[in-house]
């Protein structure tokens, strides 16, 4: 029974890791959609209204955030977006990474250093997460994209 123990416990800790770095990305989303659901329902959107409005506005923040930076050509909007991305999911990240070592980890200190290692990893998770899909483009200069692919002169003879 011990063995059993902690081979579940072991994959319990495994999977709640997994759900944490897998939801990342969603923290600033999540903010958004909580933020507008509770104002809808505070000026009288009701329950039902109120849930739809904070789901539709957490869908459509994270959307845009990421067309937004798949789509964007300037190097400052993207960083300023992943930014806006990965800084509530690094602050999440250190919010659960300093309560699980309170298990067994008795030094404040201790905790400190892995809530801030968590953090790190949880923010950069994010920030990876939402700039996979941004193409690295060729840097433009004045308009005109340079080493561009120039007929040769056979083709104007044939």
């Known amino acids: 029974m011990l063995a059993l123990g902690l081979v579940l416990n072991t994959l319990g800790i495994g999977l709640f890791c997994w759900a944490i770095f897998a939801l990342a990305v969603y923290a600033l989303p999540f903010f958004v959609a909580l933020s507008v659901g509770m104002f809808a329902f505070r000026h009288g959107a009701g329950v039902f209204g109120a849930l739809l409005i904070g ?14 930076v798949a789509v964007s050509r300037s190097l400052t909007l993207r960083v300023a977006i992943a930014t806006a991305f990965a800084v509530p999911a690094a602050i999440a990240g250190y919010h659960v990474v300093f309560v699980l070592p309170q298990i067994g980890v008795p030094s404040l200190t ?7 290692g968590g953090a790190v990893c949880i923010g950069g998770t994010a920030w990876t997460r ?26 104007r003879h044939a």
């Open 55 to 68: 789901i539709a506005s957490g869908t459509l923040t994270l959307a845009a955030g990421q067309v937004a």
């Open 130 to 155: 939402l700039t996979v899909f941004a193409e690295l483009r060729p840097l433009e200069s004045g308009g005109v994209v340079e080493n561009m692919p120039r007929p040769s002169s056979c083709s």
């Open 110 to 116: 201790w905790r400190e250093a892995f809530a801030c």
